[in-house]
């Protein structure tokens, strides 16, 4: 995918052992088809060579402030100023304690930090990846710094946590080049969800028959994944609550993971009072067996196959479509239909039936597993069609449809 067409994105790179995946990150931004250019400062290049960035970004590294060499056919020995004003963001990674100490005090004694001063700031977002040792990060004049950053209007990442350089263990390792990639990329996605908590269900749900056998389908949970990212993307506090798939959680996103249906439903009601956004993706199971067996069922020889008789499972949508927050729309409820056939009429009849204000139409052996697919998006005035794209495509096309209706919802 092209995450970042376009987007022109000033890498700096600070003193800190993370410098090596900088590497790394400088690959996947330009992968995504961002023009990088790098800047770094003295104490970056003890920690890897101006040769490495410069041949994956393609671009002269820049570390001096009195560098005098023409910027895109500038010549006018300002690097600062011209560096800055061509970019969409500048994003240190890895960026040092003591570089957060000095953008905070506005000092601008090399190229890096001069730039990061001299960038316009409503047009150039600064993008901070801290990289330090678990105490460092922890001590109060850091995390001081990361708030008065934030209050000044950049954006600073969270940090991993595991193993250290150092050899201790906790807080404070940058965040891994992918990561970092989600970030930038959902960054620039536009908020239209600032302030809404979002909650989604996804995947197939799992239906004991005894302890090693179950019912369950074919959902890959990748569509519901998908929204939750691009909710998250928007702007949102997004809760997943996942049947049982193997998908990576989207950067940001609270995860549940469940079983059963009925497991399904508490974790949903638990987190359904403080939401404003209901989204139904799951494939949950329409039936369950009456009883699951304590033990495995056995073959006894006899060729005779066990009887499975079945109860039918909650529907998670039309109950929470059919509570009072669901009626009156304080939680707005989407709901997905599965259909084999006749992809209008059921949906149609579905969203009537489970009183949900819009319902979203797809054919279910042609996503199930599935990276690209098709919607239909049926509310009381008829239905719109979202052509065949990409999952993550189509959840941001949906997101955004669904931030316009609870716009209107006022
Ligand atoms: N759904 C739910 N709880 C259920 C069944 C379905 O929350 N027990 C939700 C799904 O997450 C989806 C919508 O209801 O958003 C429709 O699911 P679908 O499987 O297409 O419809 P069913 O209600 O199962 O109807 P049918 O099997 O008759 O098509």
Redesign the pocket.
């Known amino acids: 995918m092209n995450e970042l067409a376009g987007k022109h994105i000033v890498l700096g790179l600070t003193g800190g052992i993370a410098c090596y995946k900088a590497a790394e990150l400088c690959r996947a931004l330009i992968k995504e088809g961002a023009t990088v250019q790098v800047v770094m400062t003295a104490a970056a290049q003890q920690f890897i060579t101006p040769v490495t960035l410069q041949a994956l970004s393609g671009r002269t590294v820049y570390d001096s402030q009195w560098d005098a060499r023409p910027v895109n056919g500038v010549g006018n020995n300002m690097p600062h100023i011209n560096l800055s004003r061509e970019a969409d963001a500048i994003l240190i990674a890895p960026c040092s304690a003591d570089f957060m100490a000095k953008l905070l005090h506005g000092r601008a004694d090399d190229l890096l930090s001069l730039l990061c001063l001299a960038r316009p700031l409503d047009k150039v977002a600064l993008l901070i990846a801290p990289a330090m040792n678990r105490e460092m990060w922890a001590h109060p004049a850091t995390q001081r710094n990361v708030a008065r950053l934030r209050a000044d209007g950049a954006t600073v990442f969270e940090v991993g946590s595991g193993d250290q350089a150092c050899g201790e263990t906790g807080d404070g390792r940058m965040l891994e080049p992918q990561e970092l990639l989600e970030e930038v990329i959902a960054f620039f996605q536009p908020k239209t969800l600032t302030g809404q908590q979002v909650l989604v269900?996804a995947g197939p749900t799992y239906e004991a028959i005894d302890p090693v056998r179950g019912i369950t389908n074919l959902s890959s949970g990748k569509m519901g994944f998908a929204i939750a990212r691009a909710a998250r993307e928007a702007g949102a506090a997004v809760t997943l609550v996942a049947g049982p798939v193997s998908l990576a959680t989207p950067r940001g996103v609270r995860r549940i993971d469940v079983r059963s249906?009925r497991d399904m439903l508490q974790a949903v009601q638990e987190h359904a009072p403080a939401a404003t956004v209901f989204i139904?993706?799951?494939?949950?199971a329409?039936w369950r067996p009456a009883s699951a067996a304590e033990q495995k069922i056995k073959k006894d020889g006899s060729g005779k196959t066990p009887e499975l008789s079945f109860v039918e499972?909650?529907?998670?949508?039309a109950t929470l479509a059919q509570s009072p927050r669901g009626r009156s729309r304080a939680l707005y409820c989407v709901?997905?239909?599965?259909?084999s056939h006749d992809l209008l009429a059921?949906t149609q009849a579905?969203r009537q039936r489970?009183e949900v204000p819009l319902l979203v139409g797809n054919i279910g052996p042609a996503t199930f597993g599935q990276d690209d697919n098709a919607l239909l998006l049926v509310d009381e005035l008829g239905a719109t069609e979202l052509a065949r794209a990409s999952k993550l495509s189509l959840a941001r096309q949906l997101i955004a449809n669904i931030a316009n209706r609870i716009g209107a919802r006022g």
Do not use: C, Q
């Open positions: 269900t249906a139904a993706t799951a494939a949950v329409d499972n909650p529907d998670i949508l709901g997905f239909a599965a259909e059921h579905k489970k």
